[in-house]
């Protein structure tokens, strides 16, 4: 069994999607049915909406989207990370309406995107420290030289379930693992922060990728975090850039051949159970 921890969903004609126009690769609709068909053909049995960074004004619309299609007959969703804005005077109120959503599994504010320093605002790191004690994670995007900022994050809420998504963004496509491989190993020491082992095949060159090219990076990261601290992401549709979900699937088992099948079931399903009490 697979649970995947990072769907993305585009619907165009209900939200706004300010950096689509950026990205004509993904600049059309994407709904739950096309991922559906593909994602029970590999096995995937559940899977948690991840935030899409919509308009903010449509961030509420966007979990309201997605719950109401996960009601459907035969729907996949079981949860969503919801978008936020930390860095806000309403997020306190905001956060407490999503406690009380059954539906909401956590919190995700794309931080390669804005300032390095925004993260370091009291408001921002205040507001992160109210979610100790609650269900909520939040998940961490960060580039590999924001890794500090995340593990910042982390120290500063000891209390908060942090997942760190698409095993630290390192550059696949470059080569490069630093510093990327020293900042894995240093934030996988903070025992609330999970990695996500997802993304890695939109980093790396779309053409002539193997598994071979994907291995040092996720064997290093599984390695940093050890098995009891790993789940697993589709990234669709994002992964379609490197193969499609299919592929992305087929690569993960490859990665896995030579792990047990309780490790193996951990970083599929296990994990996320636990973390997101599934």
């Not at 969903?9 to 994407?30: G, K, V």
């Not at 961490?140 to 995340?150: C, G, N």
Request: aromatic residues 8%; glycine residues 8%; hydrophobic residues 45%.
């Amino acid at each position: 069994m697979i649970i995947d921890t990072h769907l993305h969903l585009i619907d165009r004609s209900a939200l706004r999607y300010p950096w689509l126009a950026a990205t004509p690769a993904l600049n059309r609709d994407f709904p739950e049915g096309e991922y559906a068909v593909q994602a029970q053909r590999a096995g995937i049995k559940a899977a948690l909406h991840m935030e899409v960074d919509v308009d903010p004004a449509d961030i509420d619309a966007e979990t309201d989207h997605v719950n109401a299609l996960a009601g459907r007959r035969g729907s996949l969703l079981v949860g969503a990370i919801a978008s936020c804005r930390p860095e806000e005077k309403g997020f306190a109120p905001y956060l407490e309406r999503q406690i009380a959503d059954p539906f909401v599994k956590g919190f995700r504010r794309v931080l390669h995107v804005v300032p390095d320093d925004l993260s370091d605002g009291a408001l921002f790191r205040e507001n992160i420290k109210r979610m100790a004690g609650s269900h909520l994670t939040f998940d961490l995007v960060v580039q590999p030289h924001q890794i500090p900022k995340a593990i910042a994050l982390a120290d500063l809420a000891p209390d908060v379930a942090f997942v760190l998504d698409h095993c630290g963004v390192p550059d696949i496509k470059g080569g490069s693992e630093h510093p990327w491989r020293g900042h894995m190993t240093e934030i996988a020491r903070r025992p609330n922060v999970t990695a996500k082992i997802s993304g890695v095949v939109a980093y790396a060159n779309p053409d002539n990728w193997t598994v071979e090219t994907l291995k040092p990076y996720v064997e290093h990261t599984i390695g940093a975090f050890g098995w009891n601290r790993v789940v697993w992401g589709s990234d669709w549709p994002v992964c379609t850039l490197g193969g499609g979900l299919a592929v992305w699937v087929a690569a993960t088992h490859a990665l896995l051949a030579g792990a047990s099948l309780d490790e193996q079931a951990k970083l599929l399903s296990g994990n996320a159970r636990k973390l997101w009490r599934l």
